[in-house]
């Protein structure tokens, strides 16, 4: 599962897929795929604000 941020607006989105659009301002193209593995504790969880 890899996650995806808009560009423009910054909501994010989990897909295994690049979204077209983003689903919160409705931009096309703008949504980038974000790295979050070993971003944070490293053991997959969300708690990778930390
Ligand atoms: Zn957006």
């Not at 689903?23 to 790295?35: D, H, P, Y």
Request: charged share 35%.
């Amino acid at each position: 599962m890899s996650v995806f941020k808009c560009e423009k607006c910054g909501d994010t989105k989990e897909g295994r897929c690049k979204p077209k659009k983003c689903s919160a301002c409705g931009e096309t193209g703008v949504m980038v795929k974000e790295e979050t593995k070993t971003s944070g504790c490293g053991c997959g969880c969300s708690c990778k604000s930390k």
